[in-house]
């Protein structure tokens, strides 16, 4: 199970430093050791389980389940890359930010899950923080193409972790539309309309 575990986070680990564009070997050496390092002494997951995410009764606090978490999470994928494909930046940025908040949420409620062989505190930072930070840079100088790399290397990480999750059927791809048409992602700017 370990062996198993250690096996795709080194495959995911190395193709992911592929992905990331870390042709130092050292680099990617580093990204797989820092990874590797935490699947030996596998979590508890047992006592340490993720709370469940059905409310105890009436009156009791809701705690989103992770599927809740991640369902957030790839709406605000979608957006960003729609509001990507539109170059409307400014949202494209808010997005991320609820993006990067959404990977917050799961690390703060379920800092261990037991699909996970590793922490999430561990795994969200080491798959997703480099394609977090190009997506942020290309937000932030409206590099159209750059963005178009940051979100395969973010959809590559998501679907990394799926697998490492025995979750492989869950597939994330680049968004064309996203479940609701009432949001316009052209900047208003380029928007049509009586002047
Ligand atoms: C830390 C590992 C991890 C990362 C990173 C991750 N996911 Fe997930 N995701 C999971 C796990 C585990 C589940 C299964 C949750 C459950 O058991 O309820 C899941 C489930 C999902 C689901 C199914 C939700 C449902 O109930 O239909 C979607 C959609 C999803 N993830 C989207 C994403 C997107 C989009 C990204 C990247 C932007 C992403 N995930 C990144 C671990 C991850």
């Not at 990480?157 to 609701?180: K, M, Q, W």
């Amino acid at each position: 199970m370990a062996s198993d575990a250690s096996h795709l986070v080194q495959r995911f680990g190395v193709s992911l430093a592929r992905r990331a564009g870390l042709r130092s070997c050292a680099a990617a050496v580093l990204l797989v050791a820092t990874i590797a390092a935490c699947v030996a002494p596998a979590p508890d997951t047992a006592a340490t389980a993720a709370r469940s995410g059905s409310a105890a009764g009436p009156g009791a606090a809701w705690t989103p389940g992770l599927g809740e978490l991640m369902t957030a999470i790839q709406l605000r994928h979608g957006k960003l890359a729609l509001a990507g494909a539109a170059h409307n930046w400014p949202l494209a940025g808010y997005e991320l930010d609820e993006l990067a908040e959404g990977f917050a949420d799961v690390q703060a409620l379920y800092p261990v899950h037991e699909s996970l062989p590793l922490p999430t505190t561990t795994l969200i930072p080491n798959l997703t923080h480099e394609a977090l930070d190009d997506l942020r840079a290309a937000v932030d100088a409206g590099d159209a193409q750059a963005f178009d790399a940051g979100l395969e290397s973010l959809t590559s990480s998501c679907n990394a972790c799926h697998t490492l999750a025995h979750h492989g059927f869950i597939v994330i791809r680049r968004a064309a539309v996203v479940p609701e048409d009432g949001q316009d992602f052209a900047p208003p700017p380029a928007r049509p309309g009586p002047r």
